[in-house]
């Protein structure tokens, strides 16, 4: 059997959960000379597997943006699209998928060297954007998302094979302690904790809204957090944090006023795109995993204002 | 009509939310020298509307008081009580009620020195348990509590007259950022914000699971975030929190591993007692909110160890 047909992680096979030990590297680039951001960030990046980059976009960029999406949320085509998540028992929209497709605008920040120039030393080569969206946890109302390793499902739904991608989020509003942030295991992002289960059919959707299928059990994540506890990620508008694909990560929910915003993109390597046979379900759509476009990212540095 | 016959703090008869002064004042002793704690607590709380004391209980007085409830949430006549609520959607005990009357131990903390003689200065005569309960904010599963003055809901629902309460949570385990800890509006407890619409018969069962009616409105919670901003309380177990009856607070939901465990005390001033004309609709159990027994706390010195 060639290498390519192994499945390097398995999970939702087993009823036990049994951590396995990441066979990738976290920065796949060799040379630190190349590196788009100061060696020290990259270094937290390889260890605690997440980085924090504020002001990476100015604040006449943000609110660019900020008109953009509010635009978009108004839409009536954005509203009854398919690829428009809505928050659990309300018509708040809470995501809006393939932006860097249907977007021009955020089209062009995917490609954004601010960006696209770190993933693609992160991944050490070419890259595509295997998912975006934008987040919209409105105030009031917006809910948690539980804990949850992005390359488990990732691997376990569209079928990619390694951990070689990254995700990027761009903080469009203040992201403080009380208003649902992102929280993040540190180092979490060595171990594979496989889930126990089967994936539902069509789970996709409902997962969007709420997680309750490829979840992590208790104990792992009692275990994840007596080791290396929580970190939080807080931050002004412009601010965007790169993690690692496999770093545990949830967020509680939010009743302040204060909504929580911010641009989503995965990047991921064009040599690790995802396979059939690592599926065990039809694929999901593919405003959600992109699975034909493969064509490496035109990087280039962008502006907006 | 008697002074004592009028409703000083009218809610949820109107349509419109419009705010009120304060007219209680919220230290009501008048000497600051016979204060428990040293004077910049006292001024903090006259201005914020709470003070956060760490160590007030020692870690080996923490530890019996938590033996105590992991036998109280294994006993049947525990869980089979009408006093005990269980989490929205699970089976797991949240609080249990007037814990002051039916637990020896949980008694002995009402009327130890060190929370009422506090709450004895602030409310400036002597005081009552209006209602206790023991809170368990589980792991990965804890959800949030809607924003709310408790004033207002003892008010409306338990006829009380004047703003003369005060809370008092006593952590018994540690309070992060991300375990959905207690958020305060700092300074809100100057403002009566009354509720719009009407209590439904019966609301205190749900209402203790999920807050849905006798909430405040949107624009009012934009307004007071907006001028005074939100504060969490963190601390290690033993640190006591007092906060004044009208303060705006709430909590967020808690997916972490880390549960959270409080002692939670109302003291009223015995002049405050509830008047039944205040209600709109029958009383709630005295088992939420004392109706009968309004002796004033015997207070000591109390040794759990």
Not at 105 to 115: G, M, S
Not at 204 to 212: A, V, W
Request: charged fraction near 25%; hydrophobic fraction near 35%; include cysteine.
């Amino acid at each position: 059997m060639p290498a390519k047909m192994l499945d390097l992680y398995p999970t939702r096979h087993t009823d036990k959960p049994e951590w396995q030990k990441r066979l990738d590297p976290v920065v796949h680039s060799d040379e630190l000379s190349g590196s788009p951001v100061p060696h020290e960030k990259v270094e937290g990046f390889r260890q605690k597997g997440y980085m924090v980059l504020p002001g990476l976009y100015q604040e006449a960029e943000v609110a660019v943006f900020r008109a953009e999406i509010d635009r978009l949320r108004a839409d009536p085509l954005t509203r009854s699209s398919e690829k428009t998540i809505r928050e659990p028992g309300s018509e708040s929209v809470r995501s809006v998928f393939a932006i860097h497709r249907d977007n021009p605008l955020f089209a062009r920040v995917a490609r954004d060297e601010r960006i696209a120039g770190i993933a693609r030393f992160l991944l050490g080569g070419d890259i595509y954007i295997h998912q975006s969206r934008l987040n919209f946890k409105p105030g009031f109302t917006g809910k948690e998302f539980y804990w949850h390793s992005d390359f488990e499902t990732w691997h376990a739904e569209d079928g990619m094979p390694r951990m070689r991608a990254v995700s990027c989020s761009i903080l469009l509003t203040t992201n403080n302690v009380y208003n649902g942030p992102l929280m993040l295991i540190p180092r979490s992002h060595r171990h594979f904790i496989p889930c126990v289960g089967e994936t539902p059919e069509n789970h996709y959707r409902e997962s969007l809204k709420k997680q309750e299928y490829g979840v992590p059990d208790h104990k792992s994540l009692e275990e994840l957090t007596d080791r290396y506890g929580i970190e939080t990620v807080t931050g002004p508008p412009g601010t965007a944090v790169f993690f690692d694909s496999n770093i545990m990560h949830g967020s509680n929910s939010n009743i302040t006023p204060m909504p929580r915003v911010n641009l989503f993109y995965v990047f991921n390597q064009t040599g690790n795109i995802p396979e059939d046979f690592l599926r065990s379900r039809s694929p999901r759509p593919d405003f959600v995993a992109e699975r034909t476009i493969f064509e490496p990212l035109v990087i280039q540095r962008e502006r907006f204002i």
